[in-house]
T-cell receptor
């Protein structure tokens, strides 16, 4: 158990809908990262927050947005969903932001868009 | 941009065989390098890391050496067990984290 929690574990929704994925980092970790894992794209970095502020952006679509709240939990919002958004979405956390910092991954949320 | 290339799987080995999973990278600057492991139905777990050239990361019998001259970070284990069956990801981080495509390892008794 990494100490990172994600809810829900599974999510099934229809095209065009909007969903929210939630992540609670390990106790003491200030950084939260979101990743998408799909069969065709592999594991891709989406976005990083540090202590409530956006720190880095990766291959995140404009239909997707995220935020980190004062209690450090984070939410990833996916809107106007398409079939291609079906994937595993992972959250990770770390104490700091340096390149040597270890990231701890949650169990993931499996999103299925029908 | 930064990228990671790792050997394609799947890899199937017998128990106690020697394991090598090749990983090479392209990066500007001096990235940190990582190996993560993903067991079925779970998130990624950090296996080992190296933060500068010639560093050797090791954990649970696995090891990898940061080779700047060959831009490589190959994962090795001298004697694999059935419980090592999983998907292994090589990754680098300069700014954001970049992962390889993953290599599925199956160890048979």
């Amino acid at each position: 158990d990494s100490g990172v929690t994600q809810t829900p574990k599974h999510l099934i929704t229809a095209t065009g809908q909007r969903v929210t994925l939630r992540c609670s980092p390990r106790s003491g970790d200030l950084s939260v990262y979101w990743y998408q894992q799909s069969l065709d794209q592999g594991l891709q970095f989406l976005i990083q927050y540090y202590n409530g502020e956006e720190r880095a952006k990766g291959n995140i679509l404009e239909r997707f947005s995220a935020q980190q709240f004062p209690d450090l939990h984070s939410e990833l919002n996916l809107s106007s969903l398409e079939l291609g958004d079906s994937a595993l979405y992972f959250c990770a956390s770390s104490v700091g932001t340096g390149k040597e910092t270890e990231q701890y991954f949650g169990p993931g949320t499996r999103l299925t868009v029908t | 941009g930064d990228s990671v290339t790792q050997m394609e799987g799947p890899v199937t080995l017998s128990e106690e065989a020697f394991l090598t999973i090749n990983c090479t990278y392209t990066a500007t600057g001096y990235p940190s390098l990582f190996w993560y492991v993903q067991y079925p139905g779970e998130g990624l777990q950090l296996l080992l890391k190296a933060t500068k050239a010639d560093d050797k990361g090791s954990n649970k019998g696995f090891e990898a050496t940061y080779r700047k001259e060959t831009t490589s970070f190959h994962l090795e284990k001298g004697s694999v067990q059935v419980s090592d069956s999983a998907v292994y990801f090589c990754a680098l981080r300069s700014n954001d984290m970049r992962f390889g495509a993953g290599t599925r390892l199956t160890v048979k008794p």
